[in-house]
């Protein structure tokens, strides 16, 4: 799946959380959270093996459930330490739902041969296409597909309930942009 795709998946779900379970919208900093939450496997994975060739493919480390059984007590227990409870959750959120949205659609019909990927190391990968960096991916490995389409199109839902939304974290980031620009010029 691709990033935006990720974001849409995990910001839906989470703004339906928080609608119906606080009778709210997201908070900035827990939805910054759930942002870096759905990037985090392919901004680990991708690089290590698309650009430094440390990983045998692109969804292999960060994508693999044993990490994620390792990493989300991990981040539960610093957000309870740091009272950031909420910021934590959303983290893991937007993490365990990209790994669920990396599923391919053949594995719902039986085909399990996709989700190798989720016990990585146990299982082996199946042959990856040699992808020559992040830019190479974008513009060859990738079809523009009906998957693809219906990526965008759940962006574009996604965008308009955040938008409708309020357009939660959009204050902030343009806060921190401020102020980075101010230290920046100083």
């Given at each position: ?29 827990p939805l ?17 093996a ?12 960060a ?15 610093v ?5 950031r409870?909420?910021?934590g ?69 996604a ?10 974290g ?5 806060t ?11």
């Open positions: 799946m691709w990033p935006w795709g990720h974001l849409a998946v995990a910001y839906l779900l989470y703004t339906g959380i928080t609608t119906s379970r606080f009778d709210r919208v997201p908070r900035a900093w910054l959270a759930l942002a870096l939450g759905t990037q985090f496997p392919d901004l680990i994975d991708k690089p290590l698309w650009t430094f060739g440390v990983l045998p493919g692109g969804r292999t480390f994508h693999s459930l044993l990490v994620a059984a390792l990493l989300v007590p991990a981040v539960v227990a957000a309870i330490h740091l009272d409870r909420e910021v959750t959303a983290f893991v959120l937007g993490h365990v739902s990209h790994l669920l949205a990396d599923v391919p659609p053949a594995a719902f019909t039986g085909d399990l041969s996709g989700i190798a990927f989720l016990l990585w190391p146990l299982v082996d990968q199946p042959p990856e296409e040699p992808v020559d960096g992040l830019l190479d991916a974008i513009l060859h490995y990738y079809a523009m597909g009906p998957y693809e389409v219906f990526q965008l199109g759940l962006f574009v839902v965008a308009l309930v955040w938008y409708h939304d309020g357009r939660p959009l204050g902030l980031v343009r921190s942009i401020d102020r980075l620009g101010r230290l920046v010029r100083s």
